[in-house]
């Protein structure tokens, strides 16, 4: 089973600024099979990314994917207020399927 | 627009057997794509649970593979999750999810369902 470690498990900043999400894999992760979700209080998560760097149909141009085998980042260019939330990474590669711990993005 | 909702009870009672039903709409199962179960316990991570294509074929994860039966109905666009022997532990909520192809990701979700595990 491939294990999935996000980090930090918590990122304060503000609106407008940066955020690097890290995700780590204990092994390879095979053809990039990695997905990014964001989940707010109460409801589902929605799909960002997959094929770690291909967005999902209508996400915001401000989120991108990047990495490949056992290192992948997820940045959010400029926060918006909308985008503070708990953020997963998905590795579908390999049954069974793994999810991060999440990083929970929070305003400072 | 693919929509998925789940059903079932909320409680089931320590030892017993968890059922839940996804009902798909806007979208025909037996045309393809596989369809999963996620779950997440109260304030913890997610964890796939199984997963099942329109012609029957299943894969579970392992860690619930001996408690865990996928099964869908086609006629009623639906697909359902049995786990038996329940404990407190299976307390979650319960979320059934589009995925695209045999390995691929989650692209849809439904709202999920609660489900406790209490006597």
């Known amino acids: 089973e491939i294990v999935l470690t996000q980090s930090p498990g918590t990122l304060s900043l503000s609106p407008g600024e940066r955020a690097t999400l890290s995700c780590r894999a204990s092994?390879?992760?095979?053809?990039?099979?990695l997905a990014w979700y964001q989940q707010k209080p109460g409801q589902a998560p929605r799909l960002l990314i997959y094929g770690a760097s291909s967005r999902a149909t209508g996400i915001p141009d401000r989120f991108s994917g990047s990495g490949s085998e056992t290192d992948f980042t997820l940045t959010i260019s400029r926060l918006e207020p909308e985008d503070f939330a708990v953020y997963y990474c998905?590795?579908?590669?390999?049954?069974?399927?793994?999810f991060g711990g999440g990083t929970k993005v929070e305003i400072k | 627009q693919v929509q998925l909702q789940e059903s079932g009870p909320g409680l089931v009672k320590p030892s017993e057997t968890l059922s839940l039903t996804c009902a798909v709409s806007g979208y025909s199962i037996s045309i393809g794509y596989y369809w999963g179960w996620i779950r997440q316990p109260p304030g913890k991570g997610l964890e796939w649970i199984g997963s099942i294509y329109h012609s029957g074929s299943t894969y579970y994860n392992p860690s619930l593979k001996s408690r865990v039966t996928v099964s869908v109905d086609t006629s009623k666009n639906q697909f359902s999750l049995k786990l038996s022997s329940v404990t407190a532990a299976d307390t979650a909520v319960y979320y059934c999810?589009?995925?695209?192809?045999?390995?691929?990701?989650?692209?849809?979700w439904g709202q999920g369902t609660l489900v406790t595990v209490s006597s």
């Open positions: 092994q390879s992760v095979s053809s990039s099979c």
């Open positions: 999810a589009r995925q695209r192809g045999g390995f691929g990701e989650f692209s849809y």
């Open positions: 998905q590795q579908y590669g390999s049954s069974p399927f793994t």
